[in-house]
Every structure is written in structure tokens, then in C-alpha cells.
């Protein structure tokens, strides 16, 4: 410390664990779903997409889906 600088003090981040967040949403019908699992896999994903699925929308004969380009999200974890 000198005397033309104030006192600096340096932010150390501590995690605490993590989750993992799907959440689906439907704006026009003002509906959102969240699923949280404790990790992050391709068992995970898949899942989140049986449960939206067989779940939420059972009777859908089309679901459209959007995902980012995460590696997990394979349509050969699906088979």
C-alpha cells in the first residue's frame, strides 16, 4: 500500500458446488418448467427430454426444441 493508492482489495470467488438448470419454456402459453440435476451429462439431458416428453406433453405429436451447442446435446444419447 502507498500512500497515493488506496487500500486495494482482491474478490475471491468460493464454490459452493454446482447444479444443472433445464428449463423449458412455452411464452405463448405462459408456461416454464425447471428440472435441476446435480450434474451435467448426457444421461442428464436425456432425461430432461424424456420428462418433456412423457411429462409435459404427452399428447404432443410434435415438440420443436431449441438447444445451445452444449456437447451433451447428442440425438445418439436419445437411442
Not at 470467488?13 to 416454464?32: H, I
Not at 425447471?34 to 430432461?48: F, G, P, Q, S
Request: glycine share 2%.
Amino acid at each position: 500500500m502507498e500512500a497515493e493508492h488506496p487500500k486495494r482489495v482482491d474478490y475471491e470467488y468460493e464454490r459452493c458446488g454446482t447444479r444443472n438448470v433445464f428449463l423449458f419454456l412455452e411464452p405463448k402459453a405462459g408456461q416454464r418448467h425447471v428440472l435441476v440435476t446435480r450434474h451435467r451429462t448426457k444421461e442428464d439431458w436425456a432425461k430432461a427430454m424424456r420428462y418433456l416428453v412423457d411429462e409435459l406433453y404427452p399428447e404432443s405429436p410434435i415438440i420443436d426444441v431449441v438447444l445451445d451447442n452444449l456437447n451433451t446435446h447428442t440425438k445418439a444419447v436419445l437411442i
